[in-house]
Nanobody, 126 residues
């Protein structure tokens, strides 16, 4: 069992930066893949960035490549999402996700993850 605790959301003007954190508790194996999805009410959930923690492989949505960076701190069992050059279209509820299965380490729409956090709101104003 894994519990995910997110922090770092908030409001920022376009062009600004935020850093999200997701601390995982429980089995380390159960969070081999961790990352972030986001959702706007009325729209499909979108994968943002995920990391395969054993090998360090990272996967990003095209919409955030070059602006967002996912990283990990294994000592703290925490994954971070550094978001730079934020745009109004980045406004969403951001959810931390985790799964033990490497083949699930993807940002494709509809990707299934076993564990989800409660979400943290990111609002970018123009």
């Amino acid at each position: 069992q894994v519990q995910l605790e997110e922090s770092g959301g908030g409001s920022v003007q376009a062009g600004g930066s935020l850093r999200l954190s997701c601390a995982a508790s429980g089995s380390r194996h159960s969070s081999n893949c961790m990352g972030w999805f986001r959702q706007v009410p009325g729209k499909e959930r979108e994968g943002v960035a995920v990391i395969y923690r054993l090998g360090g492989d990272k996967y990003y949505a095209d919409s955030v490549k070059g602006r967002f960076t996912i990283s990990q701190d294994n000592d703290k069992n925490t994954v971070y999402l550094q978001m730079n050059s934020l745009k109004p279209e980045d406004t969403a509820m951001y959810y931390c996700v985790a799964d033990p299965t490497p083949r699930r380490c993807t940002v494709v729409p509809g990707a299934e993850y076993t564990y989800w956090g409660q979400g943290t709101q990111v609002t970018v104003s123009s």
